[in-house]
DNA sequence: ATGCCTCCCCGAGGGAGA
């Protein structure tokens, strides 16, 4: 099963990109953020003709997450626990029915700029959650994974720059403590067990010639149960899609799991 | 790099993004 992660910046502006993709790349599961879109404006019909069954939890104007699936998807809940008035669409969870069910979650974490301030104390508050929410996965014993943008880069190999991000909220200490803090309840970060080095990248700022110069940052990814990393196959990015027309500033990153 | 682009809101110009 190949399931692909994407921040796609718009599904609107961009249903085409997302399309082609789709047919091309082929995702049994695709984990979209940046929807851009309320529910009712999804468009749903355009995606169902491809095959894939379609779950949304959008916003007004920004934010927003939508799993899409070949397979059916059971037990969708939408929105992080831990607070009743955090009204921004950040977070969708479906259960993919295959020969063996997998949790997945996506996620459309807060960038937290600028740093210090309300932003930053808003992005710390939902990492806080997100580890809860963590924890109780990790108890359950069974395979799942949560992937999206995390707007965290873990380590200065993660950066082309480092020394540019040194007090960006993607990057501060604090940032990085609470993603490593969930990181040790126990998940395999997908991308890193299959790779090392550096100048692998999943986002290329469109202004001052990013992606020309391979100027990128790796902030998407993928936290695997160690029930669901003992299924793990492979991790790649698909960057070529960068230099596609009519591009998202990110690109898909791709876990290949047994089942 | 005080966002150099691009999306959204809408129907001008501002908020948000990373």
Redesign the pocket.
Known sequence: MKIATF?I??????IDTLTTWLTESQPDVAVLQ?V???DE?FPRQIIEDLGYNVETHGQ????GVAILSKLPLEDVTRGLPGDDTDAQARWIEATVVGDKPVRICGLYL??G??APGP?FDYKLAWMDRLYHRARDLMSREEPALMCG?Y?IIPQPEDAARPS?WTD???FRPESRAAFRKIVNLGFTEAFRACHTGPAHYS?W????GAWDRNDG?R?DHFLLTPQCADLLNDCWIESALRGRE?PS??VPVWVDLSI
Do not use: T, W
């Open positions: 921040n910046n718009g599904v609107k502006a961009r940046e851009k879109s309320v404006g007004k104007g920004f934010n807060p960038n700029n600028p932003k943008d707007n540019a960006d909220a993607l986002f700022d469109y202004q001052a940052i902030i009519k500033d990110h």
